[in-house]
């Protein structure tokens, strides 16, 4: 998955590490109830209209 250059070194809104960033503009759907690898998904809003989401693993997560 793409992480943009700028991306900061931990996640803005739970400061918590991640494995990966998207980047989205239009709509997308998040269903996280069944995934293996990832357990949360934070959602930063970029200027520019970006919305970036931040993926973490359920290790990184820190809810096992
Ligand atoms: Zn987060």
């Given at each position: 998955?793409?992480?943009?250059?700028?991306?900061?070194?931990?996640?803005?809104?739970?400061?918590?590490?991640?494995?990966?960033?998207?980047?989205?503009?239009?709509?997308?759907?998040?269903?996280?109830?069944?995934n293996?690898?990832?357990?949360?998904?934070?959602?930063?809003?970029?200027?520019?209209?970006?919305?970036?989401?931040?993926?973490?693993?359920?290790?990184?997560?820190?809810?096992?």
């Amino acid at each position: 998955m793409d992480v943009p250059a700028d991306a900061p070194p931990a996640c803005p809104v739970c400061d918590h590490d991640y494995d990966s960033v998207s980047a989205h503009r239009s709509g997308v759907m998040v269903n996280l109830l069944d995934n293996e690898r990832y357990r949360r998904v934070c959602f930063e809003p970029r200027p520019g209209g970006e919305l970036w989401f931040f993926h973490h693993t359920h290790e990184q997560a820190g809810t096992d």
